[in-house]
Structures are given as structure tokens and as C-alpha cells.
């Protein structure tokens, strides 16, 4: 398919998302994980509104994109999702299929702290099956992570830009002035990073799960 083609594919998604959002948190592990692969972890503190998680090194292998600079979270995520999609689809060296898995998980580095201008990178979890010895593009790369850690807070509806931004500054709230602020900042010098974890087809309209992550090491 051409580029321009898939553009477009690529912003009907946005733009269908954007027409259902909800930002009331949901406190469910998400249903989609009982039906496709998902990144195993343990739980090592659950707060009032948040946990934290620990991601199993040995199994948390991703295929990124490159980061793409943009002003939408929304629009980079529709933008990332293509490419991946075709990688597991079998645009790779194997031209080989892989299973979808979840979630889509956008990571955004803001520049200069500003939530204006970010550079997003959107990866697919590689199932168990495929981690050792993934296939390989030049479209998209492994990412693979070492012990892992992140503070989650969860909401429900579509994911939308303005939604973010509020559920980012509340997981912020929740664990301002704890061990775990510390770590998240020392993990990214001070800088505000984090990710946002997509469960749900956006064809399923109910008990969707999203995530906000607070990636760090320790």
C-alpha cells in the first residue's frame, strides 16, 4: 500500500478514536490479557491509585519504531501502529507472521519538559515465542528491556491527547514526595517521560483499559 494511503489509514484511526473518551479510572486487569499475550509482571507496591510493577527481564522484548516528532500523541501512535502492524503481518526478513499481543504502548519524551513538541516511539510486545530470535525490518527494530520497572495508573474510554495529559499530572500527584519519585527521576535526569499503555481494539467500546507508566530502574 502506498504511504499517502496509509497516512490517511492512519488518521481515520485518530480521528475514530478521538469521537469516544472517557478519563474515569478503572481499577480491572485488563480483559484483553486474557485473550492475547501481554508483558508479565509483579506487583511491588499497590498505592491508593497506582502500582508498581516489576517487568520480567527475561521476557520483555518490544518492536519499536524510530521516534517520530509531533505535537499528538493520538495522531504519532496511529502513525507508529502502521508499520508494526505490517511487521507482524509478515513485512519482515522471514516474511513470517506473528500474533498480536498487548499493549500498544507509546513512549513520549517531551522536549524542554513541554507537553507542545514530543518525539514518540510506539511498540508492539513480542510474544514469548518470538523473543529470542525476532524477525528483522528496516522499518522497525527490538527493543529489549532490562529489569524494569513502573509505576501504573489506569484509566478507561479512548485515548485522547487532553486525557493524558490530565491522567499523566494525577500519577504524577500520587506519588510526589515517595521512594518511587525519586527513582523515576533519577532514571530520566530529572526529565518528564512516560508511556501510555493501549489494551482494546478501537472497535471495542467497553471496559476498555489504558495505561499511564512511569518507567524506572533500581
Known amino acids: 500500500m502506498e504511504a499517502t494511503s496509509f497516512t490517511k489509514l492512519a488518521l481515520i484511526f485518530c480521528l475514530f478514536m478521538g469521537l469516544w473518551s472517557e478519563d474515569s479510572r478503572v481499577a480491572a486487569a485488563p480483559s484483553a490479557c486474557s485473550r492475547i499475550e501481554c508483558p508479565s509482571y509483579d506487583v511491588v507496591y499497590s ?3 497506582y502500582e508498581i510493577h516489576r517487568y520480567d527481564a527475561s521476557h520483555t522484548t518490544w518492536i519499536s519504531t524510530s521516534p517520530i516528532p509531533g505535537n499528538s500523541l493520538t495522531v504519532s501512535t496511529a502513525l507508529g501502529f502502521l508499520p508494526l502492524f505490517a511487521y507482524i503481518q509478515g513485512a519482515n526478513n522471514r516474511k513470517q507472521k506473528i500474533e498480536m499481543t498487548a499493549p500498544v504502548l507509546t513512549q513520549v519524551s517531551p522536549t524542554s519538559g513541554s507537553f507542545l513538541k514530543s518525539a514518540y516511539k510506539v511498540n508492539f510486545f513480542l510474544p514469548k515465542a518470538n523473543q529470542a530470535n525476532p524477525p528483522t525490518s528496516t522499518a522497525v527494530h527490538p527493543q529489549k528491556w532490562t529489569k524494569t520497572y513502573a509505576a501504573v495508573r489506569q484509566f478507561s474510554g479512548f485515548v485522547m491527547d487532553n486525557t493524558v495529559k490530565d491522567q499523566v499530572a494525577a500519577l504524577q500527584a500520587s506519588i510526589k514526595g515517595s521512594q518511587w519519585e525519586s527513582a523515576i527521576q533519577k532514571s530520566h535526569g530529572g526529565n518528564l ?12 467500546f467497553a471496559n476498555r483499559v489504558n495505561e499511564i507508566w512511569f518507567t524506572f530502574e533500581q
Do not use: R
Open 47 to 49: 498505592g491508593k491509585d
Open 193 to 204: 517521560t512516560y508511556a501510555v499503555a493501549q489494551y482494546n481494539s478501537p472497535f471495542e
